[in-house]
């Protein structure tokens, strides 16, 4: 069972950064990941996708973070980034990492979660 733990949340004011960083393990022998994402959910409102990289380092960005979130990956350190720049007081969430062997993008249909991390962003 592939595990993926967030770290990096906090509490920051508007117009402030953070680093978000998820770090996948258990990968089955054979399994290939093809798309990691990162999604956010705050409270009483639905899980939305923020940000999507395929293994050719395609990037996907929801409407709301373009130009101010960057996804990366370290292939090599199994680990997902999420840089924040300029961030608003909209942006409060928990955020999650996902993962999958299917091109799901900013969908919530990903087969492995993480348990997420609290970012706040205060006026």
């Known amino acids: 069972q592939v595990q993926l733990v967030e770290s990096g949340g906090g509490s920051v004011q508007d117009g402030g950064s953070l680093r978000l960083s998820c770090i996948a393990s258990?990968?089955?022998?054979?399994?290939?990941?093809?798309?990691m994402a990162w999604f956010r959910q705050a409270p009483g409102k639905e899980r939305e996708g923020v940000a999507a990289?395929?293994?050719?380092?395609?990037?996907t960005y929801a409407d709301s973070v373009q130009g101010r979130f960057t996804i990366s990956k370290d292939f090599t350190k199994n680990t997902l980034y999420l840089q924040m720049n300029s961030l608003k007081p909209e942006d409060t969430a928990m955020y999650y990492c996902a993962a999958d062997s299917a091109r799901w993008l900013l969908y919530p249909e990903y087969k492995y979660w993480g348990r997420g991390t609290q970012v706040t962003v205060s006026l």
């Open positions: 258990n990968m089955p022998y054979n399994y290939s990941i093809n798309c």
């Open positions: 990289i395929d293994p050719d380092g395609s990037t």
